[in-house]
């Protein structure tokens, strides 16, 4: 079946400094990828999204490229700030059948001024 | 505002007695979702709805029950609640089926 492994957190970074969060994937196809942020004691909101292979998906200064070669789906910032500190999910759901979001297990990022 | 609102946000119970958390959705959706989240799980889907009267299990459909009488409303059922299902729960709405999905805050569930 589909899965999504992430790096194990906590990950922790000073001000400023350059946020990579590894994403792999399997699944059949050509799956859409996600990226969710949880800030804390909130639900799930979407930070960025590609949906095809070489789309590089954007927002609020993240940005994340859909590899199918490596099926991979890598988080990066330039300057991580305080307000960053989160917890990150990738997902994918897949564009045929059910279409459910599988998740992976999430990477706890903590931002330290 | 668009929004999913789920309620209750905290709730302590004990071992079988019933209960329901509810979720409702003011954007128009037609696909609807529950999830839990499980420290190293990440979220598993428990039950989903494409539209009214139409539901399906998910990855983890044991001990739940879900209903779709109304577009907006997605309810969470446990007839008999369990200690493992002591968890955070989602809800979750979409436009369609795979489309982009917008989630609650979530309902933080203990069972004594």
């Known amino acids: 079946g589909d899965s999504v492994t992430q790096m194990e957190g906590p990950v922790t970074l000073s001000e400023e400094a350059f946020l990579t969060i590894n994403c792999t994937y399997t699944?059949?196809?050509?799956?859409?990828l996600f990226w969710y942020v949880q800030y804390p004691g909130e639900g799930l909101q979407l930070l960025l999204k590609?949906?095809?292979?070489?789309d590089k998906g954007s927002n609020k200064g993240f940005e994340a490229t859909y590899r199918k070669e490596t099926t991979s789906f890598h988080l990066e910032k330039g300057s991580v700030q305080v307000s960053d500190s989160a917890v990150y999910f990738c997902a994918l759901s897949p564009n045929t059948g059910r279409r459910a979001l599988t998740f992976g297990s999430g990477t706890r990022l903590q931002v330290q001024p | 505002e668009a929004q999913v609102t789920q309620n209750p946000r905290y709730l302590i119970t004990v071992t079988g007695k019933k209960l329901t958390v509810t979720c409702s959705q003011n954007m128009n959706h037609e696909y609807m979702s529950w999830y839990r989240q499980d420290p190293g799980l990440g979220l598993r889907q428990i039950y989903y709805s494409m539209n009214v009267e139409v539901t399906d299990k998910g990855d983890v459909p044991e001990g739940y029950k879900v209903s779709r009488k109304e577009k907006r409303n997605f309810p969470l059922i446990l007839e008999s609640p369990s200690p493992n299902q002591t968890s955070l729960y989602f809800c979750a709405s979409s436009l369609w089926q795979g489309e982009t999905q917008y989630f609650g805050p979530g309902t933080r569930l203990l069972v004594l």
């Open positions: 699944a059949t196809g050509y799956p859409s």
């Open positions: 590609a949906t095809k292979a070489d």
